[in-house]
């Protein structure tokens, strides 16, 4: 009897250790397996997409607001309002005399979107909230003739929907990334234009099928002035 207990505690023992070294086999071989990925920026598309459409988890509330017919906009206006295709947006409707270069006022309208009755019309949302001075790029709309009619041609805007790789493939992108970074601002929501509203803004991954249509890209760096006081 001894001898048959002493058997199957064995075998016990035996089992257990096996079951150890079995796991402890499987966890090296996974640690083995992984590789760290490292940012060593060789791409010279990296920098200038870094966080690109992390904000648009943030815009699908407004995205998911219904269409008012009413109030949409079309290519035609959204290309008015720039002085050429990919300017920054002049301010069509009057603002308020301050000092300041924008910030919380603008914010208030473009950082989440909606509809503002006093412009009967919606506030587009901005891909770039955190450059709080507005103004710094934006202009308003010179209302008043003041300034003498120039013979300046603007430039041809990029077509919508003919950009395509291949018939029926996702169409490629015709801009740059930096300072857009948040696709749904311009492609999703009541305030986007009907011709360029994305039918998926739940898909927010948009570089995962779409691509740019051009492979030069200048890095924009962060412009600093030069303290010339200092250098002399």
């Keep these: ?88 947006p002049s301010i069509p409707h009057a603002v308020k005399e301050e000092r300041s270069m924008g910030g919380n006022t603008c914010l208030q309208c473009h950082q989440h979107g909606g509809f503002v009755a006093k412009f009967d019309a919606y506030a587009p949302v901005t891909p770039h909230p955190e450059m709080i001075n507005c103004r710094q790029c934006h202009v308003v709309q010179n209302t008043e003739a003041f300034f003498t009619q120039t013979g300046f041609q603007k430039i041809k805007a990029p077509k919508a929907g003919v950009n395509n790789a291949l018939p029926g493939s996702p169409p490629m992108i015709p801009h740059q990334i930096q300072m857009r970074e948040n696709c749904l601002a311009c492609h999703a929501g009541p305030a986007a234009p009907k011709e360029i509203r994305v039918t998926h803004p739940e898909r927010i991954n948009c570089k995962q099928c779409h691509v740019p249509d051009h492979n030069k890209v200048k890095e924009a760096a962060i412009f600093v002035r030069k303290n010339t006081e200092q250098n002399e």
């Design 1 to 88: 009897m001894q001898k048959r207990l002493g058997i199957i505690s064995l075998f016990i023992i035996l089992f257990i250790a096996f079951i150890i070294i079995w796991n402890f086999s499987y966890q090296t071989g996974l640690k083995e397996a992984y590789i760290p990925i490292t940012n060593t920026n060789s791409n010279a598309l990296i920098p200038a997409e870094d966080k690109v459409f992390e904000r648009s988890g943030f815009a699908l509330e407004y995205a998911n607001m219904p269409i008012d017919e009413n109030h949409q906009r079309t290519l035609e206006t959204y290309y008015t309002n720039r002085a050429y295709p990919g300017a920054p």
